[in-house]
């Protein structure tokens, strides 16, 4: 469980950064949602990881 928390930020970071290539590729861009939930995950996987490696280790 320690190690899936410690992965967690990485994982919600490469999840946005999927979303992202996958709105590039199918030109799906002037959608303002997907590219905000993107953000949002992105952003979110970034302070998560910070802060829970900081408590974890």
Known sequence: MKSFLKNLG???ISIGTVILIACS???YVN???MLLVAMVLVVG???SYIVINKRIY
Do not use: A, F, V
């Open 10 to 12: 990485l994982l919600l």
């Open 25 to 27: 590729y199918t030109g």
């Open 45 to 47: 996987g970034l302070i």
């Open 31 to 33: 959608s303002n949602r």
